[in-house]
């Protein structure tokens, strides 16, 4: 089975603090992805890399940075927090960009 | 462009009888339709994905939907619901066409069953 790990369950930061958040995927695959989860909106993309070193901006890319060093981790950096970056954020995996998506438990991210 | 649109936000059934939950999509090319669960405080799970074979796509936990070309719906099914299908569900249409990736979400079904 495919399993995708991500660092926190639960994060509280402060507004201008500089937050990692970090996603280990163990099956090899190619494409990692970060969303964010907001009641009412759906999953939004934010990046997604294909390969190591690469990434591509999705939708709602602005506040975010990601780094993608090794294979199986992917990180998402928010520069500086503010509280409208307050959400869930998911993590995913896939073999090919097209195809199942396989998801981590989530990071509940809150900045005050 | 494409779009999918989850018909309810809300859908509660009782224990033991049928559940629907419907979602339309917008796609200029040949989609690949997903449904994905997500049970409280927990990442999403495939329920089941259409792909161009079979237009009746059986997922896990008796769940099934039919990908209706005339009527660009993807509507997700079970005969007889259990309690523990209370959930958010998501259906999913993903498409590359010109070197762009789109996988685009709804906006999800939360299901409550009644006992």
């Known amino acids: 089975d495919v399993k995708v790990t991500q660092s926190s369950r639960y994060l509280v930061k402060r507004t201008g603090e500089k937050v990692f958040l970090e996603c280990v995927q163990d099956m090899d695959h190619e494409n990692m992805f970060w969303y964010r989860q907001d009641p009412g909106l759906g999953l939004r993309l934010i990046y997604f890399s294909y390969d190591v070193k690469m990434k591509e901006k999705g939708d709602i890319p602005e506040g975010y940075s990601v780094s993608r060093e090794k294979k199986e981790r992917f990180s998402l950096i928010l520069e500086s927090a503010s509280t409208n970056q307050t959400s869930m954020y998911l993590c995913a995996s896939s073999l090919a960009v097209q195809e199942t998506q396989y998801f981590g438990p989530g990071t509940r991210l809150l900045v005050l | 462009a494409q779009s999918v649109t989850q018909l309810d936000s809300h859908v509660s059934v009782s224990e033991g009888t049928p559940v629907l939950l419907r979602c339309n999509y917008s796609?200029?090319?040949?989609?690949?339709l997903f449904w994905y669960v997500q049970h409280p405080n927990k990442g999403l799970q495939l329920l089941l994905k259409y792909t161009s074979a079979a237009t009746l796509v059986k997922g896990i936990n008796g769940f099934e939907a039919e990908f209706k070309k005339s009527e660009t719906s993807f509507h997700l099914t079970k005969p007889s619901a259990h309690m523990s299908d209370a959930a958010e569900y998501f259906c999913v249409v993903s498409q590359t066409y010109s070197g762009t990736y789109k996988y685009i979400f709804g906006t999800g079904t939360r299901l409550k069953v009644l006992a």
């Open positions: 796609s200029s090319y040949s989609p690949s």
